[in-house]
């Protein structure tokens, strides 16, 4: 019942900025982290950054002082800020919700289907 949409990804060169958005929807109560993760090809998913419902953030040190990630709760909704982009954050971004409670009870994840971000001149 509960589906994560991204959007906001494309082709960007080195230095720009893209801002990523990932939609829920579904009979949401609350949802305690919500994060971003991406993967290059030949490489492991790795977590980008996390916020949880109270708003304390995680970054990759890779990413530290260039992304901002931010939530809004009452949308269940959550954004990736990413500037001084560079080749190397090139990947898939998946958008993750952690522990989501709905109406039919339980904790559950759920991940989105990625957006590709391509830094590249």
């Known amino acids: 019942q509960v589906q994560l949409v991204e959007s906001g990804g494309g082709l960007v060169q080195p230095g720009g900025s893209l801002r990523l958005s990932c939609a829920t929807s579904g009979s949401i109560f609350s949802i305690y982290a919500m994060g971003w993760y991406r993967q290059a090809p030949g490489k492991q998913r790795e977590l980008v950054a996390s916020i949880t419902d109270g708003g304390r953030t995680n970054y990759a040190d890779s990413v530290k002082g260039r992304f901002t990630i931010s939530r809004d709760n009452a949308k269940n909704t959550v954004y990736l800020q990413m500037n001084s982009l560079k080749p190397e954050d090139t990947a898939v971004y998946y958008c993750?919700?952690?522990?989501?409670?709905?109406?039919?009870?339980?904790?559950?994840?759920?991940w989105g289907r990625g957006t590709q971000v391509t830094v590249s001149s």
């Open positions: 993750n919700a952690d522990r989501v409670r709905t109406m039919a009870g339980g904790r559950k994840d759920y």
